[in-house]
């Protein structure tokens, strides 16, 4: 298994992501989520490996420009899970799934070297 990085590409977290990649010598894959989507069937597996709340960027302009009720809406992994693939903007980035099973959201190079490392 390789590493896959989802994310977007023009969203800086993730630019700095790639970028320590490519430092790093770590051959990934790339899923842009504006161009081949959300997959939802990894969906439901990153909100196993870490929790739907984690995957929710509440701090994130598009969470912000979401109408309060909308906002509000997002209850639990059902509900949150319907946001994210409806609006993509709302995850979290990069969220990463490494060799030997590991899932991550967000960029720490220090976390990432150990798992870059297992590869």
């Known amino acids: 298994?390789?590493?896959?990085?989802?994310?977007?590409?023009?969203?800086?977290?993730?630019r700095k992501a790639r970028a320590w990649l490519d430092g790093q010598g770590v051959a990934y894959q790339f899923h842009d989520f504006k161009k081949a989507g959300v997959p939802q069937e990894r969906l439901a597996g990153w909100s196993r490996a870490v929790g739907w709340e984690r995957l929710v960027n509440r701090q994130g302009t598009t969470w912000r420009k979401l109408d309060p009720a909308q906002q509000h809406g997002v209850q639990d992994e059902a509900s949150a899970r319907q946001l994210m693939l409806a609006q993509p903007s709302v995850i979290r980035r990069p969220v990463v799934e490494?060799?030997?099973?590991?899932?991550?959201?967000?960029?720490?190079a220090q976390a990432w070297q150990a798992l870059a490392q297992q590869r």
């Open 98 to 108: 490494w060799p030997g099973g590991a899932t991550t959201v967000g960029f720490d």
């Open 1 to 14: 298994m390789s590493v896959t990085l989802y994310g977007i590409a023009n969203c800086d977290t993730v």
